[in-house]
């Protein structure tokens, strides 16, 4: 078993009330351990708390108890060591494609020099050469995730976190975006949290699945997936892939039903 | 005729012959009213006399000279305010008690008449220049500050929580994000009040005042000279359509990325 690079211990989450209201219970305490190379999906129906819980450990929104442990240090913000990728297109509208993989780098203070050799790297790793000069506005959803993919890889962060970063795209598109994720990072051995309520998406990816109850968010399950790598995407007919799938979404459907019971 | 749809874009050529016919009709009527005599001529001059009185000015009377004061004074005063305002409204976007400490004063001030101050302006900086300058300045500056304050107060969090997980410091953040994702509004907002700027000039000009379009103005209605007075306005107005074209050439220039 690999050290923990993640942990998040008995981390909560309660919004105030709004006038009138019931303070809202996004998330019961919640304990997760992610090792190093690890690549975690988090799966849970809508409202159970999976961006609240990404945010926190992305150091955007704190915890009402518990922490969470990087490297065995706390985190009290956002930092480059937590690169994050939103569900919604977050490029810097004003920037190219290329000045927006070298944000953080510029932040950092790295020679330009230095800087465009990475930038180059990444504009070939999610195929996006010849498209180093086009403004965001130009780009289809795909092509601005992949960008945004690159823009949080470039700054090396200890970590990759990501909110349901396809969940815009078509099908088709979203299967060749996780092939892309999947080839980078069985190339680089990066660390990994993905959320999603796609269970295909969820298992196709993942080294561990890991299944939320619906609000207040609890986990519910944590799946290992033996599948090999490198996966290919015919993988997702095997007899395997499969089984996983229908424990899975036995798993899940209980969950949204509650969570449908509920709205 | 096609039918007229809500939001229906209209094409280059017929936006630019439905925009001069305006302004065609705009004078056929002005012609008619006064060459017709339904009009005095004492109290409205024709196009014609129009003309001729604004070709007087500009050969005989040195009108470009007044011209050129006014325009000066406007920029002068304009840029002033602006250099004041825009990292003052900045700071106050990006920083809430900055924001707190100032925004109560900045609106109640940027209801106080530009022009009132006018008088008080004379009793202070005298007629000259100065005091010119300081009307537009005080006109224009409380409002570029509160708009730019709004503007980048609104910026999107989402950008802002992007740059911070990507190791942008707070000034950073400033810098990197909340300057160029506004930097297009603030220069609308400076094109709009430099649009309000010709106001406030004017009127510091009918006051204690040898030089300029507003001087010319006041001069010429001791004479009845409606004509030059007409002249004078529409030279304010077509600086002021220049003005703004280029303006906006610039800002399409400057923010491809908007376009794009
Ligand atoms: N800032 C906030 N203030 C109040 N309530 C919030 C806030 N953010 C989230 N919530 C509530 O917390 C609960 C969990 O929200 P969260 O966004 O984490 O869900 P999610 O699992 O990401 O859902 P989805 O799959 O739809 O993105 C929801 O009921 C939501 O209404
Ligand atoms: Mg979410």
Redesign the interface.
């Known amino acids: 078993m690999s050290q923990a690079k993640l942990l998040v211990e008995g981390v909560s989450r309660v919004f105030p009330a709004a006038r009138g209201g019931k303070p809202t219970r996004a998330l019961e305490p919640v304990d997760l351990q992610v090792g190093a190379n690890d690549f975690i999906t988090i799966l849970g129906p809508s409202g159970c708390g999976k961006s609240t819980l990404l945010r926190i450990v992305?150091?955007?929104d704190r915890p009402s108890s518990g922490r969470v442990l990087l490297d065995g240090r706390p985190v009290a913000?956002?930092?480059?060591d937590?690169?994050?990728v939103?569900q919604?297109y977050?490029l810097?509208?004003?920037?190219t494609v290329a000045e927006n993989i070298e944000?953080?780098l510029?932040?950092?203070g790295m020679p330009a020099a230095e800087r465009r050799g990475i930038v180059e790297a990444y504009l070939d790793k999610v195929g996006l050469r010849g498209f180093e000069g086009?403004?965001p506005?130009?780009l289809s959803g795909g092509m601005q995730q992949r960008t945004a993919i690159a823009?949080?890889l470039a700054?090396d962060p200890e970590i990759l976190l990501l909110d349901e970063p396809f969940g815009a795209l078509d099908n088709q598109t979203r299967a060749l975006m996780q092939e892309l994720l999947l080839g980078i990072w069985e190339r680089e051995a990066k660390t990994v949290l993905f959320v999603t309520h796609d269970i295909e998406e969820a298992i196709f990816m993942a080294s561990r699945v890991v299944v939320m109850t619906a609000r207040p968010g609890r986990i519910k399950a944590d799946v290992r997936v033996d599948l090999p790598h490198p996966r290919h995407y015919t993988i997702k007919t095997s007899p395997e892939f499969s089984a996983l799938k229908a424990q899975l979404t036995e798993e899940i459907r209980a969950e949204a039903v509650l969570a449908a019971a509920e709205h | 005729m096609p039918m007229l749809r809500p939001l229906e874009p209209v094409g280059r050529g017929p936006r630019l012959v439905l925009g001069v016919s305006f302004f065609v009709l705009f004078v056929a009527v002005w012609a008619f009213a006064t060459l017709g005599g339904y009009v005095s001529r004492t109290f409205l001059a024709d196009p014609l006399t129009m003309v001729q009185d604004g070709w007087l000015l500009l050969t005989r009377f040195g009108f470009l000279g007044d011209i050129g004061v006014t325009v000066w004074r406007v920029l002068g005063g304009f840029v002033l305010a602006a250099v004041v305002a825009v990292p003052l409204g900045i700071l106050m976007g990006a920083y809430k008690p900055v924001e707190a400490f100032l925004e109560p004063f900045v609106s109640f001030a940027r209801y106080l008449p530009a022009s009132a101050f006018v008088p008080l302006l004379i009793l202070w900086a005298g007629i000259g220049e100065t005091q010119k300058l300081l009307v537009i300045f005080i006109g224009s500056v409380f409002q570029i500050v509160l708009m730019v304050a709004v503007a980048v107060g609104q910026t999107r969090r989402d950008l802002v929580e992007a740059a911070y997980t990507l190791g942008a410091t707070d000034r950073g953040v400033v810098r990197r994000v909340l300057i160029p994702a506004n930097a297009p509004e603030i220069a609308e907002i400076l094109r709009l009040v430099l649009g309000w700027a010709w106001t406030y000039v004017i009127v510091a000009e009918f006051i204690g005042s040898s030089s300029g379009i507003g001087h010319m103005i006041i001069e010429s209605q001791a004479l009845l000279a409606t004509g030059q007075i007409i002249f004078g306005i529409i030279v304010i107005g077509l600086i002021g359509l220049v003005s703004d074209f280029a303006f906006k050439a610039l800002n399409r220039a400057l923010f491809r990325w908007r376009l794009a």
Do not use: D
Not at chain 1, 77 to 80: A, D, L, R, V, Y
Not at chain 1, 92 to 95: H, I, S, V, Y
């Open positions: 992305a150091g955007l913000g956002p930092g480059p937590r690169g994050v939103f919604s977050t810097f509208p004003w920037l944000f953080g510029r932040e950092k086009h403004y506005r130009q823009r949080a700054n």
